[in-house]
């Protein structure tokens, strides 16, 4: 009979790709783990070479009570609360290394908000904005705790004291970046997760990266790409979203700034435009854009001068305006060509 163990051995297997563990995962997984050499057509030679002699084993013993020493839980995706849409991918973890709460039925009000690690004040309180007003309409938004759009993501979940889950490139023990582990305690103090499919010690190699972004990309219903640059990983973890059928939307950028070229090439390839936290709700079917979200511009456009350039805290003065609401409209007057904008930021009427 399969066991945790099993899984935590198959996930520590060398030479083993995504089909080689679908298929290991769906059959006689324990009997292949006990007589390797039985089933060369379902193990490469490297993952026979680490059965022999029970040394995948002791690995995966150790990695377990290493887990333990610290005070994860080790989460088959056979487990119930395992999450389920990331259990219907093409290449599920086949454990997860979880500290915090899992919720077995929260895919269909996931959201995972990515984007750059260098990203503008403007972004980060955009992306902040977007977690929060998720997060008050009940979604769970999923990030991978990067510096720039993921901590602010999850921090403006925080902020409507909501629910988060943090998706780590490296293990438990070496969380990266360092300056993130009081808002990764902090998650997992408050009804979230901070999750990662890597033993405890392993480091963040760069390899890490791509794996991390599938689990963001599979979480749940959508992944909203907030900012990024035409070479970003963000954009990684769209294209993995789209291979597994998921929504994806991109907050717009002026179309000479580097850093929005990502997102402007993604609404340029079919993804939906962002606004506000009401236009992801209303595209995954859990509400529609209040009444204030759905406002025309002219107040916008109308606390402008054609003579004389404003500042945004100008301009929100007199429409009245949230600041986060008020980048994102004049982001898209931008792109409209109804609007300019200068250095300082300052903008005014075209």
């Not at 389920?84 to 996931?110: H, S």
């Not at 709700?281 to 002219?298: H, K, N, V």
Request: aromatic residues 4%; contains cysteine; glycine residues 10%.
């Amino acid at each position: 009979m399969e066991t945790i163990l099993d899984r935590l051995t198959l996930a520590l297997l060398p030479g083993l790709g995504p089909r080689e563990r679908s298929r290991l995962l769906t059959g006689p997984l324990a009997d292949v783990l006990a007589r390797p050499d039985d089933h060369p057509d379902l193990l490469p030679r490297l993952a026979r070479e680490a059965l022999r002699g029970g040394r995948a084993r002791q690995q995966a013993e150790a990695a377990r009570r290493r887990a333990a020493e610290v005070g994860l839980r080790v989460v088959g995706s056979d487990e119930p609360d395992y999450p389920p849409w990331l259990a219907r991918t093409c290449d599920p973890p086949p454990v997860l290394f979880v500290r915090g709460t899992l919720m077995k039925d929260e895919g269909e009000r996931a959201v995972a908000l990515v984007g750059s690690r260098a990203a503008t004040t403007q972004g980060l309180t955009f992306a902040r904005a977007l977690g929060r007003g998720l997060a008050e309409a009940g979604v769970t938004v999923v990030s991978g705790l990067a510096r720039g759009i993921d901590a602010a993501a999850h921090r403006g979940a925080l902020e409507a004291d909501g629910r988060t889950v943090a998706v780590l490139g490296s293990g438990h023990g070496r969380l990266y970046p360092r300056e993130n582990e009081d808002l990764a305690r902090a998650i997992a103090a408050r009804r979230g997760a901070v999750v990662s499919e890597f033993p405890v010690d392993t480091g963040p190699w760069k390899g890490n990266f791509p794996r991390r972004n599938r689990v963001i990309a599979g979480w749940g219903r959508a992944v909203v790409v907030v900012e990024a640059g035409e070479r970003s990983g963000a954009l990684i973890t769209a294209r993995l979203a789209l291979e597994e059928g998921r929504d994806v939307l991109a907050v717009p950028g002026h179309p000479t700034w580097p850093g929005a070229a990502g997102t402007n090439a993604l609404l340029r390839d079919g993804a939906v435009v962002v606004r506000h936290a009401g236009d992801i709700l209303e595209e995954i079917g859990l509400g529609t854009p209040s009444p204030a979200e759905l406002r025309t511009d002219d107040d916008v456009l109308a606390a402008l001068r054609q003579d004389a350039p404003s500042s945004v805290e100008e301009i929100a003065a007199r429409c009245d305006r949230e600041l986060p609401e008020l980048l994102s409209r004049l982001g898209e007057l931008e792109l409209a060509a109804r609007v300019r904008r200068l250095p300082g930021p300052l903008f005014v009427r075209s």
